[in-house]
C-alpha cells in the first residue's frame, strides 16, 4: 500500500508564529542592556515629573508643606517627587494635579506645567 502525501496542516497553537520563525531567542546580554535602557527612560520620567511638579507647586504659591497637607501625602514622599528619586504612582500624581489646578498630563510635558487654572 502506497502511502499518501502529507498535506500541509494549519498551524497549531505551539507553532512559532511567522513573524518569530528564524529569529533568535535574545541573549541574556541583550535582554541585560534592554533592561538598563528601561531603567534609565524611567529615572528620566521621574526627574521630569518631579521638575514640572516643584513648577507647578511654585506657579501655585505653595510651599511643600502646604501641599502636603492639601493632597494628604507625606511631606518626605513630596520631595522625593519632586527630586526625582521614587517613580510616582498615577494615583498619587492625580490628586496633585487636582490640588495644583493642572492636568496629570502637564506633568510629563516637556515645556513644563502651564499656570493653575482659576477654581469654579
Known sequence: MASQPKSKRPSSAGDAPSAVRGRRAPSSADLERWLIAMERE???????????????????????NQLHERAGIAQSHLSHLER?????????LAVLARV???????????DGPPPPRASR
Not at 526625582?84 to 498619587?92: C, E, F, R, W
Open 100 to 110: 495644583l489646578g493642572i492636568a496629570v498630563v502637564d506633568l510629563f510635558s516637556a
Open 84 to 92: 526625582g528619586l521614587v517613580y510616582p504612582k498615577l494615583g498619587t
Open 42 to 64: 524611567a529615572q528620566a520620567m521621574s526627574r521630569l515629573v518631579g521638575r514640572n511638579l516643584r513648577a507647578a507647586r511654585s506657579r501655585a504659591g505653595l510651599s511643600q
